[in-house]
């Protein structure tokens, strides 16, 4: 499975990281723009990415604008639902304020900050990618 970490807090970067490591190739970026830019990257080599951990919260670009971008890129090219990248938004918001800010966005899940381990587990399960 190949992974992409958008988190510009260094701390959560490498937690997740060193956590999602045992599941797949992980890749990181400290921003929107590079999360997109690493995105587009891996679509036009045909190594698409099937999870994508995305902050919600980052400078420059933040990741609500990225996951906008992505699924426009998806169905631009054409990508089917079922092929598509899993999107889990990461916060430190609390879960009403994403639910209001959010709702139009086609994520697959979301996960509070600090992160339960056991919770990504099961949301990893129930996306069926592990």
């Known amino acids: 499975m190949r992974i992409l970490i958008a988190e510009d807090d ?30 587009l990257i891996s679509v036009k080599e045909n190594q698409s990415y099937d999870l994508l951990c995305i902050d919600i919260m980052m400078p420059k670009f933040d990741g609500l604008k990225v996951l906008k971008a992505i699924r426009d890129i998806e169905i631009q090219r054409k990508i089917s639902r079922e092929k598509r990248a899993k999107i889990i938004l990461t916060t430190a918001l609390d879960k ?19 992160i339960n381990t056991s919770k990504l587990i099961e949301i990893l399960h129930d996306l069926g990618l592990i």
């Open 96 to 114: 009403a304020h994403i639910a209001q800010n959010s709702s139009e966005f086609d994520y697959d899940a979301f996960i509070s900050k600090p």
């Open 10 to 39: 260094s701390t959560s970067r490498d937690f997740i990281f060193k956590f999602l490591k045992r599941y797949g190739e992980c890749d990181m970026a400290v921003d929107g723009f590079e999360a997109l830019d690493a995105y």
